[in-house]
């Protein structure tokens, strides 16, 4: 038992309440910064090493293949290692796979990689011409109407509420879901949702299969529950079936998917539905500084579900966030460049400093004022670090060495590989593809250097191509220039959140209020990404546009 206490030794107070409730309902509601995953991960391994839960009967829950592959590495780290954690989908793609010839017979229908090829056959035999923008909208209301849960029935009588393409009318929208779903029949093929859709309804018929997924796994962890979709937790009451051990973590105030069918009700509502919950406020914040915490709080303030953050610690040389409101979008990126450059001159790092905005269209003048400046920098959502030719060489030839059974160190056998590949100890002069290169070399041969000691050769190339499975990419030298969307679960030291204006933050087409309310909860995700220093930014005219604009309405209540 001295082993598993051990595992509470640095849990805050409400921190080890959430480890030691290990049966039956417990809602953890964590802020942003607040340790959440170090609970989650304490939680389960404390159920292991206490024998409450046996490894294999423990399914851990989340949404992308990169929080899935951290929660198995910390697992592993913590002695939880046969702890299965995975994204609903590949749960699900899992148990599809192999109760599908039990139930239907033959093999499984194959899984579309993406909706586009299908959905512009689609409009073709419907005569419709679409651009690529207009089929991306298509394929995402697709994907609303099937976690909705909605039949084409239930879907035609809600069209004509839908925000839709300017290309398409109600008709035409219906018309097309219709003839996207005969296409995928016809084919024998299945997309991304159908997946969940299928486990769900095998389950939900046969209860043979419900009583074998449900003697598999007795104990569910759900994190980031705010994002659930309708679907989902259908799929979750399904797993879960009459019984009660279920731990979900999350924060209303960080629910920003609304748009894609995600729900913060089921993570609100969960005490109501479990009476006997135990319920945790985590609340203490060990990322940001005290002045960023505020800014945050005053954010959300009465906001339903918004938690009281405190900062855990207050770092010396912290300063509260700065607001600056620019003449013009490219003054703004110019200005934001060489602050960046004038900390990178003064000793901080690259990687631990991010530009963040609204929408993708937003990042081309920090790119062109970053270049000026000679900062490096990567787009998150750019191309993938493990889709670089010069990554799949060094995985392939990496594999080799490990087949040749060299017996040197880790860090020579890798030095070696990557020399053969260009790498050298210190950068090159230049910058473009060439020093791109170089970034993708190093950034490999970082992660060897952080190896643990003993590490093998084979042991350190499974855990790269498990990065590369599930897209856990290292962390490069260079700036994060990213979306607000695609920041969330990421932290970096300083932030720069530019071009919050009116018709970006909140954007144009935000014309309810609860759809305000989403861009609020955005822009609190890109406060909470801050460390120690928060530069909030507006533009007063933009290229090529005339009309003046109007600082974010948010910004006020930041001030």
Not at 286 to 293: G, N
Not at 413 to 425: A, E, I, K, N, P
Request: proline fraction near 3%; glycine fraction near 8%.
């Amino acid at each position: 038992m001295g082993g598993a206490e051990s595992l509470l030794e640095g849990l805050d107070e409400q921190q080890r309440v959430a480890a030691q409730a290990l049966i039956g309902p417990v809602v953890m509601l964590a802020g942003a910064g607040t340790g959440k995953t170090r609970a989650i991960t304490h939680r389960i391994a404390y159920g292991v090493a206490t024998g409450v839960y046996a490894p294999g009967r423990v399914m851990a829950l989340t949404f992308t293949s990169r929080a899935a592959s951290e929660l198995r590495g910390r697992l592993r780290q913590l002695g939880a290692g046969g702890v299965s954690a995975r994204t609903f989908h590949a749960s699900a793609l899992s148990q599809l796979g192999f109760f599908w010839p039990q139930v239907i017979g033959g093999t499984m229908p194959r899984i579309l990689d993406s909706k586009g090829r299908m959905l512009g056959h689609a409009a073709e035999t419907l005569k419709l011409k679409l651009d690529t923008a207009t089929l991306r909208d298509l394929a995402a209301d697709i994907e609303w109407r099937k976690v909705s849960r909605l039949t084409l029935d239930q879907y035609s009588r809600t069209v004509e509420t839908r925000q839709l393409p300017a290309a398409l009318d109600a008709e035409k929208m219906l018309a097309l879901h219709e003839r996207y779903e005969a296409l995928k029949d016809d084919r024998r093929q299945l997309d991304f949702e159908d997946v969940l859709l299928a486990t769900a309804g095998m389950i939900e018929s046969e209860p043979r299969v419900a009583q074998q997924v449900r003697e598999q796994y007795r104990f569910f962890v759900v994190d980031e529950y705010q994002d659930v979709s309708p679907l989902q937790q259908a799929l979750l009451d399904l797993w879960v079936g009459d019984r009660q051990d279920l731990c979900v973590v999350g924060d209303a105030s960080q629910t920003i998917y609304s748009f894609a069918g995600a729900s913060s009700g089921y993570l609100l509502g969960f005490p109501a539905k479990y009476r006997e919950a135990t319920v945790v406020r985590l609340e203490q914040n060990y990322r940001s500084s005290q002045h960023i915490v505020h800014a945050a709080n005053r954010l959300m303030k009465a906001r339903p579900g918004a938690l009281s953050l405190t900062a855990a610690t207050e770092t010396p040389g912290t300063v509260a966030p700065t607001i600056e409101t620019y003449p013009s979008e490219m003054a703004e990126a110019r200005a934001i460049a060489q602050s960046i450059a004038e900390q990178i001159a003064a000793g901080a790092r690259p990687q631990d400093i991010a530009v963040l905005y609204r929408i993708n269209g937003q990042a081309a003048a920090i790119e062109t004022a970053l270049n000026d400046v000679n900062v490096n920098f990567q787009v998150r959502g750019g191309a993938r670090f493990f889709d670089l030719q010069e990554v799949k060489q060094s995985l392939m030839m990496l594999k080799g060495a490990v087949v040749a059974s060299t017996r040197e160190p880790l860090f020579k056998t890798v030095s070696d590989v990557l020399r053969s590949l260009g790498w050298t100890q210190s950068p090159p002069e230049v910058r473009g593809a060439v020093r791109d290169r170089w970034e993708s070399l190093n950034a490999i041969m970082g992660l060897a250097e952080a190896a643990a000691d003993g590490t093998t050769l084979a042991a350190f190339v499974d855990e790269l191509f498990e990065r590369s499975a599930s897209q856990h990419e290292p962390t490069m030298a260079a700036v994060t220039l990213a979306t607000m969307h695609s920041a969330k679960g990421l932290e970096w030291d300083a932030v720069y959140i530019l071009g919050l204006s009116e018709g970006f933050l909140p954007i144009t087409y935000a014309t309810t209020e609860e759809a305000i309310e989403e861009e609020r909860r955005l822009l609190y995700v890109g406060v909470t990404r801050a460390r120690r220093r928060l530069h909030l930014s507006s533009a007063r005219s933009g290229s090529g546009r005339g009309a003046e604009r109007k600082p974010s309405r948010f910004l006020a209540e930041l001030t």
